[in-house]
């Protein structure tokens, strides 16, 4: 079973910013936690990761929360191309740090 | 472009048959990962391969089998083929992927398969 619990669909208007939220209370203290994006049918696309600290690339930023039971995943300004599934994963160590995938949340950038 | 390649991009068959799926791993990549995404469900993670070695199964049907060659590109078996076995099949690929530790998977584009 997944470790994370996501909302299962999210709107977003385009050009604001767009706050995913992502439960993982369950977390161990050296599991990562990785968000990936899959539009459409496509591959699923790698966005960031992260183990403490709050992290930010050129795509998002993740804001893990100090007890790490939490962490939200931020587009700064989406745009309609953002409009996918996000999924929040936690890598197990009792799965053989399998990615186990949930549902992920559907966000959907409204024009 | 995540540098994982499948091949091919789209497969139609008739039940009772067997097709070879093929996914080569970004240069540097040692484990390859293999997922079923059925119609509007989420990845369900079948087998990793690190190095030419099985690492893990996850829900990997018996019909099914993989293998990772010594260049590293894998291929994934399906035999006797069933109508429910139609779905988009994902590769992955990650430098290592073997304990703890940060291990990004990069995805490649996907192979859909079409049993009739």
């Known amino acids: 079973d997944a470790k994370t619990t996501q909302p299962t669909s999210m709107d977003c208007a385009e050009g604001r910013a767009a706050n995913l939220p992502c439960n993982h209370s369950?977390?161990?203290?050296?599991?990562?936690v990785y968000w990936y994006r899959q539009i459409h049918s496509q591959g699923p696309q790698y966005i960031i990761h992260?183990?403490?600290?709050?992290e930010t690339n050129e795509m998002a930023s993740l804001i893990i929360t100090e007890d790490r039971k939490s962490s939200t995943l931020i587009l700064p300004h989406a745009t309609l191309r953002d409009t996918a599934v996000y999924y929040c994963?936690?890598?197990?160590?009792?799965?053989?740090?399998?990615?186990?995938w949930g549902a992920g949340t559907k966000l959907i950038i409204k024009p | 472009d995540s540098g994982v390649t499948q091949t091919p991009k789209h497969l139609i068959t008739a039940t009772g048959q067997r097709v070879t799926l093929r996914c080569s791993p970004r240069?540097?990549?040692?484990?390859v990962y293999w997922y079923q995404q059925s119609l509007d469900q989420g990845l369900q993670f079948l087998i990793h391969?690190?190095?030419?070695?099985?690492?893990a199964k996850g829900n990997i049907l018996e019909r099914f089998s993989a293998q990772q060659f010594p260049d590293l590109h894998s291929e994934l078996n399906l035999s006797s083929l069933e109508l429910g076995d139609s779905a988009l099949y994902f590769c992955?690929?990650?430098?290592?992927?073997?304990?703890?530790?940060?291990?990004?998977?990069?995805f490649g584009p996907g192979t859909r398969l079409t049993v009739l």
């Open positions: 992955a690929s990650s430098v290592e992927g073997i304990g703890p530790g940060s291990d990004t998977q990069y």
């Open positions: 369950t977390i161990s203290g050296n599991e990562y």
């Open positions: 994963i936690v890598r197990v160590a009792d799965s053989n740090y399998q990615l186990i």
């Open positions: 992260g183990l403490k600290n709050n």
């Open positions: 391969y690190y190095n030419g070695e099985e690492r």
């Open positions: 240069s540097g990549d040692l484990s």
